[in-house]
């Protein structure tokens, strides 16, 4: 499952008298027009013009449930707890008269695999938020430095930022930390428009794996583990503060929001410094 379930999207739009077509679960023009005229008819306080069709999937989803009285927050295009709470509710109205099945089970089938929620934390297991080591940890944790390394490929283009003429569409991560950085990548995808991406500088990859020490420091660096990751840095310098640093910009705190999700460390939220770096580590 990559996408929303459009043939949903397609039954509860013919349910609307908008869609004529057929109910096979791809969306074409059809589909696509339906969805605008949905959008238009129910979603009137929404500037959703711009949108991706993607996007607009999950609006038009959530502005059915709205119209059905089932709460799913603001109709944003983005699939948030307040969104799976109503699509757990939907899938439960779908499912009367039959056995529900473990909600997860049955309502994630609609969510994008990258906007699925972490599953529940499991006591000792790693990969959740509150479990990322501590900096004095990170050896016992991820291991030795520069191993143990898989690819992320990314849902959008990157260009390599001090070389913009260079495009990255994929980069070496822990891979501890692969499945976690793979989520919010696909987050900020979806609730980014890609000349948002590009405004804010997060289509500029400044480094992840660097085995290295720590820029003016004698300890080594979390990226010697390929365990964070920079974005745009050279509008985002080191010694920078919100005073100077671009991604303090109020639009960019839905993007730290979703590394934060994730228990990702921003130091520039932190510590105000270093505004272009992400880890996956405490401090
Ligand atoms: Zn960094």
Same mark, same amino acid.
């Given at each position: 499952m990559t996408a929303i379930n459009i043939k949903t999207v397609q039954i509860e739009l013919q349910g609307l008298g908008l869609y004529k077509g057929a109910l096979d679960g791809i969306s074409g023009p059809l589909t696509e027009s339906a969805v605008d005229a949905a959008l238009t008819k129910l979603a009137t306080e929404v500037i959703w013009q711009?949108?991706?069709?993607?996007?607009?999937?999950?609006? $038009?989803?959530?502005? $059915?449930? &709205?119209?059905? @009285?089932?709460?799913? %927050?603001i109709v944003d295009g983005f699939v948030g707890p307040q969104t799976l709470h109503a699509l757990e509710v939907y899938q439960h109205l779908k499912l009367t008269g039959k056995e529900p099945e473990p909600w997860r089970d049955g309502i994630l089938d609609y969510v994008p695999e990258h906007l699925r929620p972490p599953q529940k934390s499991v006591k000792g297991d790693p990969i959740y938020k509150s479990d990322w080591p501590r900096q004095r940890d990170l050896t016992k944790y991820y291991g030795a430095r520069g191993k143990n390394q898989t690819l992320l490929t990314l849902p959008y283009t990157m260009?390599?930022?001090?070389?913009?003429? +260079?495009?990255?569409r994929k980069f070496s991560i822990h891979e501890k930390c692969h499945d976690s950085a793979a989520r919010v990548f696909g987050r900020i995808a979806s609730h980014y428009s890609p000349?948002?991406? #590009?405004?804010? %500088?997060?289509?500029?990859?400044g480094g992840c794996?660097? $085995?290295r020490k720590m820029r003016g420091g004698s300890s080594w660096s979390t990226h010697a583990w %390929?365990?964070?990751?920079?974005?745009?840095?050279?509008?985002? +310098?080191? &010694?920078?503060?919100?005073?100077?640093?671009?991604?303090? @910009?109020?639009?960019? #705190? +839905?993007?730290?929001?979703?590394? @934060? @999700?994730?228990?990702?460390?921003?130091?520039? &939220?932190?510590?105000n410094m270093d505004w272009q770096h992400v880890q996956a580590a405490r401090l």
């Open positions: 711009r949108w991706s069709n993607f996007r607009k999937r999950i609006a $038009v989803i959530q502005a $059915v449930f &709205r119209s059905k @009285e089932i709460d799913s %927050g260009k390599i930022a001090w070389n913009k003429a +260079q495009l990255i000349e948002e991406r #590009v405004t804010h %500088g997060f289509d500029l990859f794996l660097n $085995v %390929g365990i964070a990751i920079d974005f745009d840095p050279i509008r985002n +310098q080191l &010694r920078w503060g919100r005073d100077r640093a671009y991604l303090d @910009e109020p639009e960019c #705190v +839905q993007f730290w929001k979703f590394w @934060e @999700e994730e228990g990702w460390l921003s130091l520039g &939220r932190a510590r």
